[in-house]
């Protein structure tokens, strides 16, 4: 039990006191904001949208009837849904379409107990959550996407929206790949077939997920639509963690070959890789013909915590006061989360040549940056030189101007909004 603190600029935001199960490393419950107010811990990281602001957009969710008949449901067998709220004006034929993150699931134990939270299960789905940051309605928060129809797919499969199979004994359905199917097909109906512009975004494994689908999404529309991709706090990195082994990948191994994911997975992959490999978006984006931008931190707080240095690499602890707060590394420690930052430009450095593409890679201690309205558009948003995070992402999408923003290693920033864990 403690304390979330996200470190900006301008001071200490006091998130809450955290009261908070672990599965395989995965929070699966609550946050208490200000003693009374609850909230999802995914809130920390950008995953969740639930309102602790009044003023915040509050959008219903609509359950895809038609999907049970196409086997697409949740991992307990509920229908899969999404939060859609309509564009308007300049943006009535533009769609930005998130998939939403929080996880993985890779054993029996895991999906069974994920399936009775609202990432397995739409019986536990919130009713209405709060569009922030990139699905803003308010120009003065979002300004190039504002009034788009921006759409956020629920997720409840727990393999990044690529699963393909079951298990009859565990009453397990492992559906992902055609949730995103029918959700697609769904809105297609609903408009999105008219659209002029389309971006398909993503968050932690829904940022996965945006790199998984990304060339599906685009062939859904003509040739004369704009269709791009972004993915923030996506770039899963196949990493060594501190004990010299593959947490993740291990970790991944059980996602892949438990969920029926090397079904899904890309041929342009499979083709040269094992299935596991192919989960890793470094091994995905080089192939990718869509336009897709790349939003992540180089120091993602995430992997840190649960790729670097996760329990079974660290079971002395030695990283625990490292990993939930960057002012108490060593110079070790900070030498071996530089090794880290540079394997990640390492594995964008041909992606981002492309002209087509876009990077943002900040050197901040964080997770998911476009669903927060702090990070996404404010007054003391992270910067790279001069430039936002929803600047660079509109000028990049509106072909304004080339992105390539790579920030200088830390401790160089002073504008980024650091997460703290106590």
């Known amino acids: 039990m403690g304390g979330i603190f996200p470190i900006g600029l301008c001071g200490v935001f006091v998130v809450g006191l955290v009261l908070s199960t672990i599965v395989n490393g995965f929070e699966l419950d609550e946050l208490f904001f200000n003693g009374t107010e609850v909230l999802d811990l995914d809130s920390v990281y950008g995953v969740s949208a639930n309102a602790a602001n009044l003023n915040q957009l509050m959008v219903g969710l609509t359950l895809i009837h038609g999907a049970a008949a196409k086997g697409a449901v949740c991992l307990d067998g509920t229908l899969p849904g999404y939060h ?26 895991s999906c069974i107990y994920r399936k009775k939270t609202r990432r397995g299960s739409s019986t536990y ?10 699905l803003s309605n308010k120009a003065q928060e979002n300004p190039d996407f504002f009034n788009w129809n921006r759409v956020k797919v629920r997720y409840c499969d727990g393999a990044s929206f690529a699963g393909e199979g079951e298990n009859k004994v565990a009453r397990l359905k492992f559906r992902g790949q055609r949730i995103y199917r029918a959700a697609m097909d769904d809105l297609m109906s609903k408009g999105m077939r008219q659209a002029n512009r389309a971006l398909l975004s993503g ?21 004369n639509t704009k269709v791009k991709c972004l993915s923030d706090a996506g770039l899963f990195m ?31 992959c499979t083709s040269r890789l094992d ?51 960057h002012a ?5 420690q900070i030498q071996f989360l530089q090794t880290f930052r540079n394997r990640m430009l390492n ?11 876009g990077l943002f890679i900040n050197s901040c201690f964080a997770h998911c940056q476009s669903e927060r309205q702090d990070t996404w558009f404010s007054d003391n948003s992270p910067l790279i030189g001069n430039k936002g995070i929803a600047l660079a992402v509109g000028d990049w999408y509106f072909d304004r101007s080339s992105i390539k923003k790579i920030d200088c290693p830390y ?11 106590r």
């Open 275 to 325: 299935p596991t490999s192919c989960f890793f978006p470094q091994n995905l984006i080089n192939h990718i013909s869509t336009p897709m931008f790349i939003l992540n931190a180089a120091y993602d707080s995430w992997q840190v915590q649960e790729s670097l240095a996760p329990k079974t690499a660290d079971p002395t602890g030695n990283w625990n006061d490292c990993k939930f707060n």
């Open 203 to 223: 968050c932690s494994a829904g940022g996965l997920a945006a790199i998984l689908h990304c060339d599906d999404f685009r062939s859904l529309f003509p040739r």
């Open 347 to 357: 594995a964008v450095k041909f992606f981002g040549a492309e002209r087509q593409n």
């Open 238 to 268: 196949d990493a060594i963690d501190v004990a010299g082994g593959h947490s993740l990948r291990s970790f991944f191994q059980g996602v892949v070959s438990l969920q029926g994911v090397q079904k899904t997975l890309p041929r342009s």
């Open 125 to 134: 789905m919130e009713k209405q959550i709060a569009f922030t940051g990139i």
């Open 411 to 421: 401790p160089c920033d002073r504008t980024c909004h650091n997460l703290v864990f």
């Open 328 to 332: 108490h590394c060593s110079a070790s």
């Open 84 to 109: 859609f709220h309509r564009g308007y004006g300049s943006g009535a034929n533009s769609w930005l379409v998130e998939l939403e993150g929080g996880g993985w699931c890779n054993n029996l134990r």
